[in-house]
T-cell receptor, first 109, second 115 residues
Framework: DAKTTQPTSMDCAEGRAANLPCNHS???????VYWYRQIHSQGPQYIIH???NNETNEMASLIITEDRKSSTLILPHATLRDTAVYYC??????????FGAGTRLTVKP | GAVVSQHPSWVICKSGTSVKIECRSLDFQATTMFWYRQFPKQSLMLMAT?????????EQGVEKDKFLINHASLTLSTLTVTSAHPEDSSFYIC???????????FGPGTRLLVL
């Protein structure tokens, strides 16, 4: 799996958009970009994933740069319940996912 | 979406005993399951890959004789922590390998506390 780099922590005001960046400059052509989050004492929760195109679902949007070397997860209207550690993972078909340290997002009232 | 279950959700045991953790893929048949552990304030670390009908493969530093993995069927994998010690106290999480390009879901985790 390609290594990913994320900021250690970020704050966001409740109701505002949270933009979480991720660098994956060594990503290979068959690797997807996955985003998960983990709330304390729970298993990782799937958010979204994509290969080349931008993706959107009911939880978030994923913006992948044209060269695929970085991506941004967007939570359009952050709530207090979005406070969690967010993990960006680049993984291929084997889905052997390697977790980095992630970004601790704190949504503040 | 796909659901992964783990049992038990938490367990407390005495040092020296063995603990079995079950992971079930409820939505699809999984020929492969991945097992992770997570120590407090750390990220998830891959321990081993469980393959149905064959031996598991372990990451460097993970003792295969201590963490016994059995992939009994296409929907069930078990992790047995043998002769558990306090340093084995951790959060154990599994995930079945998803079909190509599909969503990869993780189990809710099993918290093990060894006294």
């Amino acid at each position: 799996d390609a290594k990913t780099t994320q900021p250690t922590s970020m704050d966001c005001a409740e109701g505002r958009a949270a933009n979480l960046p991720c660098n994956h400059s060594t990503i290979s052509g068959n690797e997807y970009v996955y985003w998960y989050r983990q709330i304390h004492s729970q298993g990782p929760q799937y958010i979204i994933h994509g290969l080349k195109n931008n993706e959107t679902n009911e939880m978030a949007s994923l913006i992948i740069t044209e060269d695929r070397k970085s991506s941004t997860l967007i939570l359009p209207h952050a709530t207090l319940r979005d406070t969690a550690v967010y993990y960006c993972i680049a993984a291929d078909n084997n889905n052997d996912m390697r977790f980095g340290a992630g970004t601790r997002l704190t949504v503040k009232p | 979406g796909a659901v992964v279950s783990q049992h038990p959700s938490w367990v407390i045991c005495k040092s020296g005993t063995s603990v079995k953790i079950e992971c079930r893929s409820l939505d699809f048949q999984a020929t492969t399951m991945f097992w992770y552990r997570q120590f407090p304030k750390q990220s998830l670390m891959l321990m081993a890959t469980s393959n149905e009908g064959s031996k598991a493969t372990y990451e460097q530093g993970v003792e295969k004789d201590k963490f016994l993995i059995n992939h009994a069927s296409l929907t069930l994998s078990t992790l047995t922590v043998t002769s558990a010690h306090p340093e084995d106290s951790s959060f154990y999480i599994c995930t079945p390998r998803a079909p190509h390009g599909e969503t990869q879901y993780f189990g809710p985790g099993t918290r093990l506390l060894v006294l």
